[in-house]
């Protein structure tokens, strides 16, 4: 049995419709295995809606995560733009849990000009608020900050990492494409493997059995991510990451965030499977 699930971020283009529903069925038929259910323009699904998705996904054999709205900033000066933050995580949150998702990501916060340092200490602090309170509502999501593509972005792997060390059920969403377009490098084996025995040095093996993993083509410049590209059109090595992945027997979710979804991700599980492997 395969150890990772190849699945899209949002629904498929090739689904009946936007729905989330239609979106789980036809990761079903495509042959994927999970999607992430895309709340970034804000969570509009209801609890009953909710509730029908888990459904849904439960028949069709489909593992879901959600990623939270574009719109958070745990680093904002106003104090409002922090509980507004906290809320959209949280919200987030519920509804992944009623969907029966086990992960939820989101982009943590920019740094806005403060040292790294200082901005790291204030998204652990309300970042371990929301902590407390999904704790307090026997919310069992695990919750993962995403390492961010742009050096004006709070989220190196380090922060990721050190986030997830120090709060109980935080753990990290390893964009490994964001972490190349970041530094213009980690585009190698070696390289992705550094990140993986990294991960597992600071987490433990349990983390690399649970890796929740974002990947894409992507175009950059100095500034980091400039946008999102299938994986054809860009210079990432994603056969050298998922013979990473497989040497180090990740295990857990990949989501394609590529702007062909499906078509990458069906690519990035037959090049995954069809990886020579010891028996
Ligand atoms: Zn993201």
């Not at 809320?87 to 969907?99: D, F, P, V, W, Y």
């Not at 499906?262 to 010891?278: G, H, M, V």
Request: aromatic share 8%; net charge neutral.
């Amino acid at each position: 049995m395969a150890g990772l699930l190849f699945g899209t971020g949002g629904s498929p283009h090739s689904a009946a419709t936007k729905s989330t529903i239609d979106g789980i069925k036809r990761i079903a038929e495509l042959g994927l295995g999970c999607m992430e259910i895309e709340f970034v323009q804000g969570v509009k699904m209801g609890e009953a809606g909710a509730r029908l998705v888990a459904d849904t996904a439960t028949r069709e054999g489909v593992k879901l995560s959600a990623h939270g709205p574009y719109f958070i900033n745990l680093n904002a000066r106003e104090p409002e733009k922090i509980t507004a933050s906290q809320g959209r995580i949280l919200q987030t949150a519920r509804i992944a849990s009623i969907c029966r998702a086990e992960n939820i990501t989101f982009h943590a916060a920019f740094y806005l000009g403060d040292p790294p340092e200082k901005a790291y200490s204030t998204v652990k602090k309300y970042l371990a608020e929301i902590m407390n309170q999904l704790k307090r509502e026997n919310n069992r999501v695990w919750v993962r900050p995403e390492v961010m593509g742009k050096p004006s972005q709070f989220g190196t792997l380090e922060e990721i990492l050190n986030l997830s060390v120090e709060l109980e059920r935080v753990a990290p969403c390893v964009d490994f494409t964001h972490w190349h377009a970041r530094t213009a490098k980690f585009n190698s084996y070696h390289e992705f493997a550094s990140i993986l025995l990294q991960v597992k040095q600071r987490l433990g093996t349990s983390a690399l059995d649970d890796m929740h993993i974002h990947v894409s083509g992507i175009a950059y410049g100095k500034s980091g991510e400039i946008k999102h590209r299938n994986l054809k059109e860009s210079d990432f090595h994603y056969v050298e990451l998922l013979k990473a992945l497989r040497d180090y027997d990740a295990r857990g979710i990949v989501i394609c965030e590529s702007p062909n979804l499906e078509e990458d991700a069906l690519l990035l599980q037959a090049t995954y499977n069809s990886l020579p492997r010891e028996v």
